[in-house]
């Protein structure tokens, strides 16, 4: 079983506009509902790939209670904890115009220390029957920013590979505590190391802690810097869509790969066709198919000289 933990679920919204202006008023044309967060995504991608996955992390109230609804029928088994607060919500507004993508993101319900220590039973449960755990997205307030470096720690006292995909000071901190695998979009790796060349940055997360990085760097590709080497994958060709919840596919893609021990360049390939399925599909979460299995062939995947 792999376990993702999402601690900000969200029930994310898309919007579809003809053309999004600003101080204009909009006619929504498309609306869609769908259980989210990135661990869910990626659960959800996992699930497609025909891995039992299990999702937990915190839900309560109105849009909880929806996000729980929508989870119900699909694979993932619910294990979210209870919390008084109120699962946000995430917008995402897709331009039909340009096809481009406007997200906007709430903040989350406030997690009191009672409902985090709840957390960490069921979380220390989960650890008991998982093949890998992946933590995902923003914290919610109440959740100490050192919150995830100690679901690191967890993990790897059980023994379990673990994944982290966050960002600013929690990515910083969750860095430190050694976790097997860091995912950052270019952006977040500039941030973290304060340089923009995604080789040096990713060398450079990997001396902070990380075992392996792999960078994400929207249409050039992934990069991975592993104790084993360093790879390249670039996608067949800019694919333009919906990028929302691209990178979680990417996370499910390495998970799987890990889980089923498939060779670097493999794992790699399968990210980055799952993601560019991904960008394609109009939902986030989501991808078709036969999409991804006629994009995964084409992935070309590169070994760099030096070794990480
Ligand atoms: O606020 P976070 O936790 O960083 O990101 C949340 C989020 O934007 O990420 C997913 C796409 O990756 C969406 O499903 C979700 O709403």
């Known amino acids: 079983m792999i ?4 601690l900000n679920t969200a ?32 659960a959800r991608v996992l699930a497609a790939l025909g891995h039992d996955t299990v999702v937990t992390g915190f839900a309560g109230g109105p849009c909880g209670a929806v996000l729980r609804d929508l989870l119900a029928p699909l694979p ?25 993508t406007t997200q906007l993101n709430e903040p989350g319900p406030a997690i009191t220390p009672e409902e985090w220590a709840a957390f ?22 109440g959740i100490h920013v050192g919150a995830y470096a100690e679901l690191i720690r967890r993990a790897r006292a059980a023994g379990v590979p673990v994944l982290l995909d966050t960002s600013g000071e929690p990515l ?19 941030r973290l190391t304060g340089s923009r ?22 249409p050039d590709g992934m990069l991975a810097a592993a104790p084993e080497g360093l790879w390249w994958a670039a996608p067949p060709a800019t694919v333009r869509g919906n990028p929302t919840g691209a990178g979680d596919s990417a996370v499910a893609g390495l998970l799987s790969g890990l889980v089923e021990g498939l060779p670097w360049p493999q ?10 399925a991904t960008v394609l599909a109009p939902a ?18 590169t070994t760099q000289a030096t070794a990480a």
């Open 11 to 42: 029930l994310d919204i898309t919007y579809r506009v003809p053309s999004l202006a600003p101080h204009a008023s909009h006619r929504v044309t498309d609306v869609a509902e769908r259980p989210g967060g990135k661990g869910l995504n990626v």
């Open 120 to 141: 960490l039973t069921t979380y220390a449960e989960l650890l008991g029957g998982a093949d890998a755990v992946a933590l995902c997205g923003s914290l919610p307030p």
């Open 197 to 218: 060349d995604p080789l040096r940055a990713a060398h450079d997360a990997r001396r902070r802690g990380a075992h392996t990085v792999v960078a994400s760097l929207g």
């Open 172 to 190: 910083r901190r969750g860095i430190a505590a050694r976790p097997d695998l860091v995912k950052p979009n270019a952006d977040e790796l500039a």
């Open 76 to 100: 993932p088994v619910d294990a979210l904890v209870p919390v008084a607060g109120r699962t946000r919500r995430t917008v995402a507004v897709v331009d039909a115009a340009t096809g481009d």
């Open 267 to 276: 794992r790699l390939a399968r990210a980055v066709a799952l993601s560019a």
């Open 284 to 301: 986030a979460g989501e991808f078709d198919v036969s999409t991804y299995e006629d994009l995964l062939p084409r992935v070309e995947v």
């Open 3 to 6: 376990l993702t933990v999402t």
